[in-house]
T-cell receptor, first 115, second 111 residues
Framework: QKEVEQDPGPLSVPEGAIVSLNCTYS??????FMWYRQYSRKGPELLMY????GNKEDGRFTAQVDKSSKYISLFIRDSQPSDSATYLC???????????????FGQGTILTVHP | NAGVTQTPKFRILKIGQSMTLQCTQD?????MYWYRQDPGMGLKLIYY???????DKGEVPNGYNVSRSTTEDFPLRLELAAPSQTSVYFC??????????FGPGTRLTVT
């Protein structure tokens, strides 16, 4: 079993739709949860960062963590064609101390938002 | 402030050839990483470094070597290239936390 599982999609939605992207994980030591966005032929960039369970909102993006279920989600409201990208979840057991900032990534979900 | 830069952008190697992928960051980050990304497989950590002169293996180090003589540079060496090393390679850096800054990647094909 992979430590982090993410549905690779691809996911295709119409403009304005609500998008839900999800990851499950098996390592209960994970405390820090991230979503990276990667445009085609570019490097990933950090989109959302959360610690432990709960929700975090940033504009049209909401990150949700449920540690009891080992499940994290990213919601995109009013999706736009510019949101078309690969979304990678990433996790870590600490804030960079003993893990040296090493992250465990999901496989990535390819999202296309069509006009 | 260029962030993380990688050269070359593309490269085609023949089986058995060697090459060095260059990575430079100008953010004075201590931590640097090398990943490979294969379709549908996410990012796999090859090597990482927590400072000049200090490197360690990641999840998939076989067939690769690294060095870190300065804070800015973290080259990745491929010896005896194999088709299994066809991939997109990303270099990243961080100040020590979980926010990693990625370069634009090097697309490598081994034929």
């Amino acid at each position: 079993q992979k430590e982090v599982e993410q549905d690779p999609g691809p996911l295709s939605v119409p403009e304005g739709a609500i998008v839900s992207l999800n990851c499950t994980y098996s390592n209960s030591a994970f405390q820090y949860f991230m979503w990276y966005r990667q445009y085609s032929r570019k490097g990933p960039e950090l989109l959302m960062y959360t610690y432990s369970s709960g929700n975090k909102e940033d504009g049209r993006f909401t990150a949700q963590v449920d540690k009891s279920s080992k499940y994290i989600s990213l919601f995109i409201r009013d999706s736009q064609p510019s949101d078309s990208a690969t979304y990678l979840c990433a996790m870590s057991a600490d804030a960079g101390g003993t893990s040296y900032g090493k992250l465990t990534f999901g496989q990535g979900t390819i999202l296309t938002v069509h006009p | 402030n260029a962030g993380v830069t990688q050269t070359p952008k593309f490269r085609i190697l023949k089986i058995g050839q060697s090459m060095t992928l260059q990575c430079t960051q100008d953010m004075n980050h201590n931590y640097m990483y090398w990943y490979r990304q294969d379709p549908g497989m996410g990012l796999k950590l090859i090597y990482y470094s927590v400072g000049a002169g200090i490197t360690d293996k990641g999840e998939v180090p076989n067939g690769y070597n690294v060095s870190r003589s300065t804070t800015e540079d973290f080259p990745l060496r491929l010896e005896l290239a194999a088709p299994s090393q066809t991939s997109v390679y990303f270099c990243a850096s961080s100040y020590g936390g979980n926010h990693q800054y990625f370069g634009p990647g090097t697309r490598l094909t081994v034929t």
